[in-house]
């Protein structure tokens, strides 16, 4: 039995098989609970069988509300848009990280600062981001910004630093100049690697996005979960889990490919 | 005076070291090098000699003393000293050609005119290429020039730092322990190709190494730097610094047979090197130094170093 053995090789079977049989195993268990809770009490609430909860997916996404709107539509535009701003500051981040990382004197001003700034839970300061911002956009986005931002920052701060001090020399033998160095040569180096962490930290992305839409929103995914929930809407919330891990699984997905199409030359 | 191209003047290079004591690494050096001459520094580890590569490049300044090249003082690394060091000269996210074109595109773009004039870019471009071409030809590189540089062997690698240095023609070619990673063959096959290399347009070189065969084959002119010597201050080899201990002519013309290397004359002057140079026991006077060289600065009985 080479089941715990180290240099095990796996059948192409089995590796095949394998990865499914976790979701199998959580599934088949949802059922049967959901059967023998349903078959003890037909109006169980907690654990809804997989036809109602096809269902509850079918009405938020095909079916129009009150409003005239497809709901599952409306909230996943709202959030992917706040999803996407967010990320896009995070590539803010990667500037101030790169600046940080390659100048003595901005890493003296902001290194330290940045160190303690990324300390500061940003779930705890959302209340004030709320009062000093209103309930709109601008505050949710700002969580998401403060909460992943530093992260950022310090990474590409580190990876700036990494790069071997002979190809910054290198680089000015042939005739760069201190801003090329920076963005000509160390940028186009540690972006890869910089990508990597962007796309490792999309969870934290999506959890400060939930965060701010639980508390204040019209719409949006984690609204929407955080609405049904007074009605115990386990027919709506699970459909909804599901689809925000899909699509998280998605957008990783995406970047990964783009890594390795692109970026053939990483990691040798 | 215009003869030398570059001249370092009583150079010394301390650092602070662990305990935040400052050390001495490099002890009054005085070197003159003259245009197109080829130079092969050597020593024992730990006497500076890519220190000394470091300060004539300029990404350290010395301690005291002053390198100046072409009559103007060295701050810091700039296009007229190219080098080539044992790792990481390259560039791993660009391909080989990429890599070599790199200088001359930073030389003649600023930093955004890719992006606003565009169609400039890319006929200047063209001409890049071509120009990168002739040099991967010369390293024989054509054939991978769109690799990029994991895919190619380490000897590959260092052909196309070589070619990456040299497309920029810069005045002096900096070269630090190049082939300090290679095998044996690879090593000796470099050696040849630097040479043949040197004989084309006699650029003047810089070369660094430990290994003391090939600093005597490769060079014109050999220097010795070693921590290992004797003054009358009384100071110890740990302390006092290194100093240039023996500066000569390689008596061969070059280029020549890598037969040479097992002639009497040439085994000769590796035991001296060794004996001076880089044995911890044999402690030479300061006064006792060969610095037979035509242009080496030498001790002056006591009233300090003449250049």
Redesign the interface.
Known sequence: MSLFKVNAKPSINAGRILPLLPFIICIVAYIITAQVRHDENPKDKLVPTSKQLIDGFRRSAFEEDRKGEYRLLVDTIASTKRFAIGVAFLFLGVIIGLNMGMLPYFDLVFYKFFLFFDKIPALAILPILFIVFGLGEVSKIALIVIGVMPTIVLDTYLRAKAVPREQITKALTLDASHLEVMYRIVLPKIFPKVLETIRLNFKAVILFLIAGESLAATAGLGYRIFVVRRYIAMDIIIPYVIWISFLAFLADLAVRIWIRKKYTWMDK | MQNYIIRVEEAVQKYRDRDGQMRTVLNNINLRVRRGEFLTVVGPTGCGKSTLLRLI?G?EVPFSGKVMVNDVEVK????D???V?Q???L???RTVRENVM??LE??QFT?FEPYFRPIKCRRKRKEFREKADIYLERVGLLRHADK????LSGGMRQRAAIA??MV?Q?EVLLMDEPFGALDIGTREAMQVFVLEQWQKDHQTIIFVTHDLEEAIFIGSRIVVLSQYYSDDDGGSTTTHGSMIVKDVQVPWPLPRPTDVKHTKEFNELMMSIRREGLDPDYLQNIKDFDLSHEDAAWWNGGMGWAN
């Open positions: 490049l990404s810091e690394p700039s296009r000293r190219g080098i060091f790792k990481y000269s560039y791993e996210n790199l200088g930073l030389e930093i990029h540089p994991h895919q990456q240095a920029m810069p």
